[in-house]
């Protein structure tokens, strides 16, 4: 049981790529949200999904976008990077909404340069 | 004013000390917290929740003060192993979620 798969786990881009960072789970979790992680900050949710077919926006939206077309995967797009978007990104799921606790994928570090 | 804010550190402590971390979030209406550990380039991991009435998980105690507005996390007889990040998450209501930035405890032999 792989529980929250992402990949990579290491990008470097230039100002302006555009990637797609790839979440996967097999547990069967309705709900799944994207964070980023920066140093001297909590984690903050950039959006989430509450099952397929439906995505919203959570504290950190502008510059990604998600969809979400089957239970298992949830993809995050960086449309255009900038280097304020270097960060850590963690996947996370859990069989329904928040406050359940949530399930990390162990994270892709992404830098922009 | 944060709406979760915990105490960076580092905590350092020898082996076997026993050592406590507070946090203190802003919002009253808050319904649900928790303690995640994470260790260094890893995810955050669930610890244990944190129930009004108090609660222990072996070695570990957590607290809640809804008074105050502060949980507590308390560790007795503290491990090598238990050097990492405690982050501190609490449930504002909405299903939002609000990580705190964590507190690093480093133990040493």
């Known amino acids: 049981n792989a529980g929250v798969t992402q990949t990579p786990k290491f990008q470097v881009l230039k100002t302006g790529q555009s990637m797609t960072l790839q979440c996967a789970q097999d547990?069967?979790?309705?709900?799944m949200s994207w964070y980023r992680q920066d140093p001297g900050m909590g984690l903050r949710l950039i959006h989430y999904?509450?099952?397929?077919?439906?995505?919203d926006q959570g504290e950190v939206p502008n510059g990604y976008n998600v969809s979400r077309s089957t239970t298992e995967d949830f993809p995050l797009r960086l449309l255009s990077a900038a280097p304020s978007q270097t960060s850590v990104y963690f996947c996370?799921?859990?069989?329904?909404?928040?406050?359940?606790?949530?399930?990390f994928g162990d994270g892709t570090r992404l830098s922009i340069l | 004013r944060k709406e979760v804010e915990q105490d960076p550190g580092p905590f350092n402590v020898p082996e076997g000390a026993t050592v406590a971390f507070n946090c203190t979030y802003s919002?009253?209406?808050?319904?649900?917290f928790f303690w995640y550990r994470q260790d260094c380039r890893k995810e955050p991991k669930l610890l244990m929740s944190?129930?009004?009435s108090g609660n222990e998980d072996g070695r570990f105690t957590a607290q809640l003060n809804r008074a105050s507005q502060y949980i507590s996390l308390l560790i007795r007889d503290s491990k090598l192993s238990d050097s990492a990040t405690y982050l501190c998450?609490?449930?504002?209501?909405?299903?939002?979620?609000?990580f705190g930035t964590g507190t690093r405890l480093l133990v040493s032999p």
């Open positions: 944190v129930y009004s």
């Open positions: 547990m069967n979790h309705e709900y």
């Open positions: 998450v609490v449930n504002t209501g909405f299903q939002k979620l609000v």
């Open positions: 996370a799921s859990s069989p329904d909404r928040p406050p359940q606790p949530q399930h």
């Open positions: 999904s509450v099952g397929a077919g439906i995505t």
């Open positions: 919002n009253s209406a808050s319904q649900s």
